[in-house]
């Protein structure tokens, strides 16, 4: 592979991943089948559910701002002792606080992401107001179009920024056009669509694709029916998804260059390798304590990088006099060049 030049001046910003992607046939999807269960469901025996198929499981955690499902911590800690994949959800109710509000409160209940390889990422459930009797608000909660949108948002970019996952968005198509006007900017967010019979049907506008879907409200096991659109490899990767990094580097003048860093996942980066060759004469001659130098190589590791976490590396030079100068940089596996004109 051929190192891309950065020249003096400019910076450039390559993604990197630690781990290995997994090719999974087109046969595999829908192939893990799985179960919701809430307070409502009472007391599950999990491992039947999983001698019945079941390979995950979501469990309702939270609702508004001050409903805690009792039985949370059975149900959650008991689907993990049996071997399925867990994660919680939070019913919303965006009449009562704000998006940002609800995603706090749910994550400091239990709907923060756990890396330990079993835990799945959140789940968002704006679906059909179910108290239209009591509280005397519409299907939409009372929320226009576009305070919809705004409230929805608010609340994946907040569990966003509290555990570094997109939280998973569960709704109806009807539902989500009627209520956001088929709203086109949550794309990353992956989609749990709840339709009952033999398929996911039109997708939301945000959604080409849906990672989950809700069969039926009440299936085989405990709880409601549900499929993940994928294989159990691919239902791991979303569990506990590669380390994820980027870096940046700039030519700030013939003798001066740096390389930022960045941890961009949910996972912490750890011994992180970044190895330098100069070229065109020139000489190394300071790098940061992390770093060993020659005259020419540049070794340093990264013990360990926090999800949004960066580190900045500095490195100075004794160039030539004249002509082009500079550094090739490996970081982990991406390339990068930094070159200073003559």
Not at 137 to 146: A, I, P, R, T, V
Not at 258 to 284: D, E, H
Not at 297 to 326: E, I, Q
Request: aromatic fraction near 10%; charged fraction near 20%; proline fraction near 4%.
């Amino acid at each position: 592979m051929k190192f891309p030049a950065i020249w003096a001046g400019s910076a450039v910003m390559f993604a990197g991943v630690l781990g290995v992607a997994v090719a999974v046939p087109a046969e595999a999807a829908t192939r893990v089948l799985g179960v919701d269960v809430s307070n409502w469901t009472g007391d599950v025996d999990w491992d039947s559910v999983a001698d019945g198929g079941a390979g995950f499981a979501y469990v309702h955690a939270t609702e508004g701002l001050d409903y805690r499902n009792p039985r949370f911590a059975d149900q959650f800690g008991g689907a993990k002792e049996a071997g399925i994949f867990r994660g919680a959800y939070h019913f919303a109710q965006p009449h009562e606080s704000s998006g940002a509000a609800q995603a706090d409160f749910f994550v400091r209940n239990g709907g923060r992401w756990i890396a330990d390889s079993k835990t799945l990422p959140g789940v968002l459930d704006v679906e059909d107001n179910p108290y239209k009797n009591r509280n005397g608000l519409n299907h939409c909660y009372g929320l226009g179009q576009d305070e919809m949108v705004k409230w929805i948002s608010d609340f994946t970019k907040r569990y966003r920024a509290r555990t570094h996952r997109d939280v998973v968005i569960y709704t109806t198509t009807a539902w989500w056009r009627s209520c956001t006007g088929d709203a086109k900017g949550f794309g990353r967010n992956p989609l749990w669509v709840a339709r009952w019979g033999t398929s996911a049907g039109p997708l939301p506008a945000s959604w080409k694709r849906h990672t989950f879907w809700q069969s039926a409200e009440k299936g085989n096991h405990a709880g409601g029916e549900d499929r993940f659109n994928g294989s159990k490899a691919q239902l791991q990767r979303l569990a506990f998804p590669p380390a994820t990094y980027w870096a940046t580097g700039l030519a700030v003048r013939r003798n001066a260059y740096t390389v930022t860093v960045s941890n961009t996942g949910a996972r912490t980066v750890s011994k992180l390798s970044v190895y330098g060759q100069t070229f065109g004469g020139n000489k190394l001659v300071k790098a940061p304590k992390a770093c060993k130098i020659t005259a020419t190589v540049l070794r340093c590791t990264l013990t360990s990088l926090a999800p949004g976490k960066s580190v900045k590396l500095t490195l100075a030079t004794k160039p030539k006099a004249t002509g082009p100068v500079g550094i090739n940089l490996k970081v982990g596996s991406l390339k990068l060049t930094l070159r200073a004109a003559g």
